[in-house]
């Protein structure tokens, strides 16, 4: 009885391992589809450079205790002058009492810059912070422009931040394609971006090739849906 069971034990085997690859094959398919796709190969290194590792060390309370923390988000820039440069970045990622002894900083082509605090939304229905830093730390980078239009339901937008980690443990850049799904002061984006991604961009490719910015990343699930501050709300006399 038993010899005679195997065969069709081995059909149904076959039969749930071809389920399986159907299954998974449409899985993929589902998951490129919501936007985690990398389109690291899609930017050029001046693009690139428009998104930066920003750090910041502050305290918060936690159950009555107080904690040391090193936020580690991104940032970007949008307009400079000959004196300084004006950068975006998310506020909850300065939630908290800043450091005395250490000032916030960005990363740029290796070099450390401190930035100052300006102004910021105050909270997560706001979730926006203006920063400044001199402006000679930024001669090889252009700032990119903030875009007029606010984006549009289901339009594909690219997120790029640092919240990628290198083989060797370290924060590096990444960038994916990003759907938006509903288009309000917060963006909805169907793509899985991650806690160093908060404070970057969400950019619009525009028909002749260039890059500009729509909003700052914000908050989400880490695997399919992310939020982003809409530009748009932005208050004019921030940038």
Not at 160 to 175: F, K, N, P, V, Y
């Amino acid at each position: 009885m038993f010899h005679r069971c195997v065969p069709a034990f081995l059909q149904y085997t076959r039969l749930n391992v071809a389920v399986f690859t159907v299954v998974l094959l449409l899985f993929s398919a589902m998951h490129a589809v919501s936007g985690d796709q990398l389109d690291d190969s899609h930017l050029t290194t001046h693009e690139r450079r428009f998104v930066l590792p920003f750090e910041i060390s502050l305290q918060r309370i936690e159950t009555g205790v107080r904690r040391h923390f090193i936020e580690r988000c991104s940032a970007f820039l949008i307009n400079k002058d000959e004196h300084s440069a004006i950068l975006l970045s998310a506020w909850h990622c300065i939630d908290g009492e800043l450091s005395l002894q250490k000032s916030p900083t960005v990363s740029i082509l290796g070099q450390t810059v401190s930035v100052r605090i300006v102004r910021s939304g105050g909270n997560m229905a706001n979730d926006w912070l203006v920063m400044t830093a001199p402006a000679d730390a930024f001669a090889d980078i252009t700032p990119i422009r903030i875009s007029s239009q606010p984006a549009s339901a289901a339009e594909s937008l690219i997120g790029i931040g640092w919240g990628g980690i290198s083989t060797g443990g370290q924060s590096e850049q990444r960038s994916l394609i990003c759907p938006g799904s509903s288009v309000e002061k917060i963006i909805t984006l169907n793509c899985g971006l991650k806690k160093g991604d908060s404070g970057g961009l969400v950019a619009r490719r525009l028909p002749g090739g260039e890059l500009e910015a729509i909003g700052i990343i914000s908050s989400g699930d880490s695997s399919s849906v992310s939020l982003a501050f809409a530009l748009a709300h932005l208050p004019s006399d921030s940038h």
